[in-house]
């Protein structure tokens, strides 16, 4: 079963900054659309933050000039650079390879796979 292996969430004040990591398999990583989502409490996952092929890196409005998207190819890993961090930005963070096909023994596979979520809380 695929996993994404998510890290580098915790505790900052408003200001500060983290950066999360996600290490995806192989042919996962190269294959499928990444994304970062988050989700507040009692609020719907919002897309923070992609990169596809297709679309290139995206960024929701509240983020943008504050986060970075980047990734390493060598390690198959995603990274968000989360900058000037503010308390709304409190959430579980999401990795996910959610956007197109990669191949998988012999085969063409839907990209659905998600993370476990790590927990970003950003005090005032």
């Known amino acids: 079963q695929v996993q994404l292996m998510e890290s580098g969430g915790g505790s900052v004040q408003a200001g500060g900054s983290l950066k999360l990591s996600c290490n995806a398999p192989?042919?996962?990583?190269?294959?499928?659309?990444m994304a970062w989502y988050r989700q507040a409490p009692g609020k719907k996952r919002e897309l923070v933050s992609s990169?596809?092929?297709?679309?290139?890196?995206t960024y929701t409005d509240s983020v943008k000039g504050r986060f970075t998207l980047s990734q390493d190819n060598a390690k198959n890993t995603l990274y968000l650079q989360m900058d000037s961090l503010k308390t709304e930005d409190t959430a579980v963070y999401y990795c996910?390879?959610?956007?197109?096909?990669?191949?998988?023994?012999?085969?063409?596979?839907?990209?659905?796979?998600w993370g476990q979520g790590t927990q970003v809380t950003v005090s005032s």
């Open positions: 192989p042919l996962v990583f190269s294959g499928c659309g």
């Open positions: 996910a390879a959610d956007k197109g096909l990669h191949w998988e023994r012999g085969g063409w596979v839907d990209c659905n796979y």
């Open positions: 990169i596809s092929r297709s679309r290139g890196t």
